[in-house]
């Protein structure tokens, strides 16, 4: 009987180094709602609930919905000024398609693509990071 504890114990120890590990590697990510249709490159990701996460050493922003990747995009990391709001900024592209071009992730925006956020058209709310 304490064989057994003592072993899920280390096991326990061994899974929360690992997942430790993996949580420190760099990246940040939180949940975003998003309240309508948008386009991520040439992905189009339908309103609701995701995860968005930026890794700053390849400059790459993944969102995705239930542990599966919905979309990927390059970004880039600025200092957010002010506070904002907002969760994440949209702009319309050439053929109206609404596109992300932002998120925000506490103090930084993630700038996705080649898009900035004084070319913004639209915004989400703010809702609580999970």
């Known amino acids: 009987m304490m ?3 003592l ?14 590990s993996v949580a420190l590697a760099g990246g940040k990510s939180k949940t975003v709602t998003f309240s309508q249709d948008i386009k991520v490159g040439d992905t189009l990701v339908k309103k609701g609930d995701y995860v968005v996460s930026f890794d700053e050493k390849t400059n790459e922003l993944t969102i995705r919905k239930n ?3 919905v979309a990927k995009a390059t970004g880039r990391l600025e200092e957010l000024k002010g506070a904002s709001q907002v969760n994440y900024l949209t ?3 050439k053929d109206s398609n609404l596109m992300l071009s932002g ?3 506490g103090g930084s925006l993630i700038i ?6 004084a070319g913004a058209t639209s915004a989400s709310p703010a809702t609580p990071q999970q």
């Open 3 to 5: 064989k057994k504890s």
């Open 7 to 20: 072993h899920r114990v280390a096991i326990s120890l061994v899974l929360c180094m690992l997942l430790g």
């Open 67 to 69: 542990r599966k990747v």
């Open 91 to 93: 702009a319309k592209d």
């Open 103 to 105: 998120v925000r992730m």
């Open 112 to 117: 996705v693509g080649g898009e900035t956020a």
